[in-house]
């Protein structure tokens, strides 16, 4: 699966120094009627449990710009629960999970259901409170080992728009 391109995210939960997060690719809408955003989370992982704790989770869509986040929420260097968030600066939204500012959007969920399947947990969320940031900035992307940068399309766009080579 590492070899398709994805969305990076980080998932976080939890209240003071008992909280943590973590970096995915699997972060997608299920249904706007309610809306609902659907994650996988590994058992095994501080993340499962204090989600399940806590009952909210927040998805930060990552720009660009953003991939120590990623880096930090992944584990790399050996961060861990609250020390994850350090050097970036966090919301607070309406489920009591933190936003991280800068991202592309913060999509705050309340848990509506947990399936336990195999090594993970599919978690069900209910949007709560939804925060865009610059929807024009690239969004932080991952395939084979790599992050990267993809260009917004809305940037594409509009650049054709303002040289008058968009299609007509």
Not at 85 to 110: K, P, R, V
Not at 119 to 146: A, K, M, T
């Amino acid at each position: 699966m590492r070899h398709l391109t994805g969305g990076i995210s980080v998932i976080t939960s939890g209240v003071d120094d008992d909280r943590t997060g973590l970096t995915v690719t699997t972060a997608h809408s299920l249904s706007v009627e309610p809306p609902i955003m659907i994650i996988g989370v590994n058992r095994k992982s501080s993340g499962y449990s204090t989600i399940r704790k806590y009952g909210n989770f927040c998805v930060n869509v990552l720009a660009g710009h953003q991939r120590q986040v990623a880096e930090r929420f992944s584990g790399a260097g050996g961060f861990k629960g609250k020390d994850r968030y350090a050097g970036s600066t966090w919301s607070i939204l309406a489920t009591g999970a933190l936003a991280l500012d800068g991202a592309i959007a913060n999509i705050d969920c309340e848990v509506d259901e947990v399936i336990d399947r195999y090594s993970h947990g599919i978690f069900l969320g209910l949007v709560r409170e939804v925060r865009f940031g610059d929807l024009l900035e690239n969004q932080l992307v991952y395939q084979r080992n790599s992050y990267g940068a993809y260009p917004a399309i809305s940037k594409q766009i509009i650049s054709a728009v303002r040289s008058g080579t968009a299609a007509r």
